[in-house]
Nanobody, 119 residues
């Protein structure tokens, strides 16, 4: 079992920044992928960004150049720095963990944190 605890999120104006954090605990595999998905009202849940245990990253096209994902392996924690936020970034953001090298497989989900971009 893996537990994911998220922090960050909130309300920000367009063009602003937020940082999300997610700490994993439990049975962490040495090879894994952690990242974030998001789900806007009435839409499907989509991958935002993922990072493997070696530091290789994958981003959705919609966030490239604006979002930066990083990780601290010693703390089993990932950070999503979100800059130049747009209203269309409004969604519930979910931290994810996969116990292999796949960026699109999710074994565990966080509880979700709301990000609202509005003036």
């Amino acid at each position: 079992q893996v537990q994911l605890v998220e922090s960050g999120g909130g309300l920000v104006q367009p063009g602003g920044s937020l940082r999300l954090s997610c700490a994993a605990s439990g049975s962490i595999f040495s090879i894994n992928v952690m990242g974030w998905y998001r789900q806007a009202p009435g839409k499907q849940r989509d991958m935002v960004a993922g990072i493997n245990s070696g530091g290789r990253k994958l981003y959705a096209d919609s966030v490239k150049g604006r979002f930066t994902l990083s990780r601290d392996n010693a703390k089993n924690t990932v950070y999503l720095q979100m800059n130049n936020l747009k209203p269309e970034d409004t969604a519930v953001y979910y931290c994810t963990y996969a116990g292999d090298s796949s960026y699109f497989r999710v074994d565990y989900w966080g509880q979700g944190t709301q990000v609202t971009v509005s003036s």
